[in-house]
């Protein structure tokens, strides 16, 4: 063995073409991954708000059927009332 340093690093070496492959696949699924799961928050997002505005709906539908049924009957009392006074 001659003097010197006889370390090894591996940095200095160039990289296989094959793991420049491996590691743009890794990437690519990793940006898969991430898209997928920022599209699936997404759309949990809309069920969300489309639940919000299914129930924002029902209860604007309720609460019109409500009203109806209060005229209805203020009026079927103001109709009482003008039955007794005769």
Known sequence: MTGGST???ATNLPKPA???I???IDRSRS???EEDAERR???EQAKILEAIER???RFEQEKKLAEEREARRREHERKLEIQRKL
């Open 18 to 20: 094959s793991m420049d």
């Open 7 to 9: 370390h090894f690093n």
């Open 22 to 24: 491996v590691s743009k």
């Open 31 to 33: 940006k898969e991954a």
């Open 41 to 43: 928050r997404k759309e």
């Open 55 to 57: 129930e924002r709906d």
